[in-house]
């Protein structure tokens, strides 16, 4: 059984992302599209006073090809 992941805002996970080159390109409403240099493209839900579900949350770094361990690593120090 792997570790729990941290829960998280929307706001700290794309600084997480930006800090792995991902830089945001358009804002709708409340969804924030994030792109990398190698064209990954992953859309980031920042709701005020709201953690991201861990399912969500999950889709959205294996869409940006994080992996579990650097995510955890970040967060955990």
Same mark, same amino acid.
């Given at each position: 059984?792997?570790?729990?992941?941290? #829960? *998280?805002? %929307?706001?700290?996970?794309?600084?997480?992302?930006?800090?792995?080159?991902?830089? $945001? &390109? #358009? *804002?709708? %409403?409340?969804?924030?599209?994030?792109?990398?240099?190698?064209?990954?493209?992953? $859309? &980031?839900? *920042?709701?005020?006073?709201?953690?991201?579900?861990?399912?969500?949350?999950?889709?959205?770094?294996?869409?940006?090809?994080?992996?579990?361990?650097?995510?955890?690593?970040?967060?955990?120090?």
């Amino acid at each position: 059984m792997s570790p729990r992941l941290p #829960r *998280v805002s %929307g706001e700290e996970l794309l600084r997480f992302l930006q800090d792995r080159g991902f830089a $945001v &390109v #358009r *804002v709708k %409403g409340s969804h924030h599209v994030l792109r990398n240099a190698a064209g990954k493209i992953v $859309v &980031v839900p *920042v709701h005020r006073g709201e953690t991201l579900g861990i399912g969500l949350l999950r889709k959205i770094l294996r869409e940006a090809g994080v992996s579990l361990t650097d995510y955890q690593s970040y967060f955990l120090g």
